[in-house]
């Protein structure tokens, strides 16, 4: 085993999540794809490529079902382009967030059921786990099933052909916490198995699976899917085949975002990647996402990526607008409830959960943010975001009885409701939410973060800068870490951006002066002196500007002296 050079910043955040010897060390900054598990441990899986197979030599059609999130987008595009590779054509659904919500819709199947083949199998990816009745419905009109999902796996029986959930009770897989791309990748893997492995598809094109994995680290890192185990694996490799990629739209969509393929990050990920294809389901045009994956030409491929990054602007402004309002309802709720935010407005349904996560980021409580339906008042949408450490889903299902439908994970959720059981549901979470403090005082106390002692002016040293790109995919359950240096003084500073929000200054260390940014952070200027010490906590970012990269530090918090 090669030795490599650890920063000692680096061993004592890896020492702070249990990693210690220079094996385990090593396996963690390079872990390999070889150590993925089989995806025959997965429950129903050898029942799910046998109706696969079955179709494909039927040549029935093939409906892929996919949720309107990055996951859900990916995951759908994963599957097609593998089978496109096996030479297999399918058709791919995903549905208008706007005009027929999340998952399988009856009417649409309907539709499908009239212009398909009477033989046709229905693959859903990231959906479908909460869609007992469609299923029921789908298999009348003709549908083989098969559901690939990730969502919390409800009591209620479901009626499909097979069902494959890393989450459900009784399934093999050692790891339940795949992102639904990750699921659409194992079921992949499963039918290149068969067809390598099997004299009918004799002579048939059997694709490298590494060429997917890009697929899966975009869709994992924008679900919020913890980044260890079988997903660091996972990610890591869609990281390093993202240089080499062969999938047109992440190619172009990476260029035209002007991100750095080589030294991908998290970060350009979570805030370019993922709002961009994200910003075409919130405003209820998803197939322009699908359109730029499944490209069949650079050129396409390319007038694709702008024209989301156009309906991301789009988005953003509405942002803006709806958090604005939603501030001034969440101050007076506040006053209700002190640790959770329940809110209804005139918001644009395709924002709510970013609306919902900057007031999690602004009052660091669990949010709720509602909007009338689009096309009847009175039902009310909602979605939900939490900070850390609390369980959303649970909440939510503590005042079940008052919804319509609700699905999600522990920090992100939505639901709907009627209009008029709103104020019985929110006061129900209040009440559960004063419960929830004082039994879970503890919880917080559990979180807080240990900092990592480095001096800024050895923030930039070369061993350091190499392990923090090795500790990528950082995010959920692989936190960057977090350094403190006790002694800094500005040596210059100015606010700029939207209101001065921001700052930007120049930090005098030990040995050397060092540039330095704090988003959200203008409004200290006025509270800290130029020249006096103070504490700084920081991070490091790898950032792309006009095709150049470099790190930069970012300040978290100032703490004067
Ligand atoms: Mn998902």
Redesign the pocket.
């Known amino acids: 085993m090669s030795k490599i050079a650890v920063h000692p910043a680096i061993k004592r955040h890896l020492a702070e999540h249990g990693l210690c010897g220079e094996e385990d060390i090593e396996n963690y900054l390079f872990p390999k794809l070889k150590d993925l598990p089989s995806p025959f441990l997965l429950k129903s899986i050898d029942t799910a490529v046998d109706l696969i197979s079955s179709a494909i030599q039927n040549k029935d059609d093939i409906l892929i079902w996919g949720?309107y999130?990055v996951?859900?987008i990916t995951g759908t595009s994963l599957l097609h382009t593998f089978f496109r590779e096996i030479g297999v054509t399918t058709i791919c659904h995903i549905p208008n967030r706007l005009t027929d919500g999340y998952g399988l819709n009856d009417k649409v199947l309907r539709d499908y059921a009239t212009t398909l083949r009477p033989n046709k199998l229905l693959i859903t990816v990231?959906c479908g786990i909460s869609n007992s009745e469609e299923l029921i419905l789908a298999k009348k009109y003709g549908f083989k099933t098969i559901v690939t999902d990730?969502h919390q796996v409800p009591d209620t029986t479901l009626y499909a052909d097979a069902t494959i959930n890393p989450k459900q009770q009784d399934c093999g897989f050692p790891f339940s916490e795949l992102?639904?791309v990750g699921v659409a990748f194992y079921l992949a893997a499963a039918v290149r198995f068969k067809i390598s492995n099997n004299n009918e598809y004799k002579g048939i094109c059997v694709p490298n699976m590494k060429s997917f994995l890009d697929y899966v680290a975009i869709g994992t890192i924008a679900?919020i899917m913890p980044l260890k185990g079988v997903n660091r694996i996972l990610v890591k490799g869609g990281f390093e085949s993202i240089s080499v990629t062969r999938q047109r739209g992440v190619k172009n969509l990476l260029s035209t975002l002007d991100i750095n393929i080589d030294s991908l990050t998290s970060d350009a990920v979570s805030f370019k990647v993922a709002p961009a294809i994200n910003a075409a389901g919130r405003l209820g045009e998803p197939d322009k996402p699908l359109n730029l994956f499944l490209a069949d030409s650079d050129a396409s491929a390319k007038e694709y990526a702008s024209q989301l990054i156009q309906l991301n602007n789009k988005r953003k402004q509405i942002t803006e607008n709806n958090f604005e309002s939603a501030l001034s309802i969440a101050r007076k709720e506040l006053l209700l409830c002190a640790n959770c935010l329940v809110i209804l407005g005139e918001f644009h349904e395709g924002v709510l959960g970013i609306v919902a996560s900057r007031l999690v980021e602004k009052f660091r409580v669990p949010a709720l943010v509602c909007c009338y339906h689009p096309a009847d008042r009175s039902v009310v949408k909602g979605s939900g975001r939490a900070p850390e450490g609390h369980d959303l889903y649970r909440l939510i299902a503590g005042a079940e009885r008052y919804l319509q439908n609700f699905g999600g994970h522990a920090l992100a959720a939505g639901f709907s409701l009627p209009v008029a059981n709103f104020i019985q549901f929110k006061e129900k979470l209040y009440t559960l939410m004063s419960l929830h403090d004082e039994n879970n005082a503890h919880v917080s106390s559990s979180l807080k973060r240990k900092f990592i002692e480095l001096d800024v002016s050895e923030s930039l040293d070369r061993t350091l800068l190499d392990n923090l790109m090795q500790l990528e995919p950082t995010g959920e359950a692989n936190p960057k870490p977090i350094f403190l240096d006790r002694q800094v003084r500005f040596v210059s500073f100015s606010a700029f951006g939207k209101n001065k929000a921001h700052l930007k200054g120049v930090i005098r260390g030990k040995y050397k002066n060092v540039p330095v940014i704090g988003f959200n952070l203008g409004d200290r200027i006025s509270k800290t002196n130029l020249n006096e010490p103070c504490s700084l906590l920081y991070t490091h970012s790898f950032e792309s500007y006009n095709g150049r990269s470099s790190w930069r530090l970012h300040i978290k918090d100032i703490i004067s002296h």
């Open positions: 949720d999130d996951d859900g990231d990730h992102a639904g679900d």
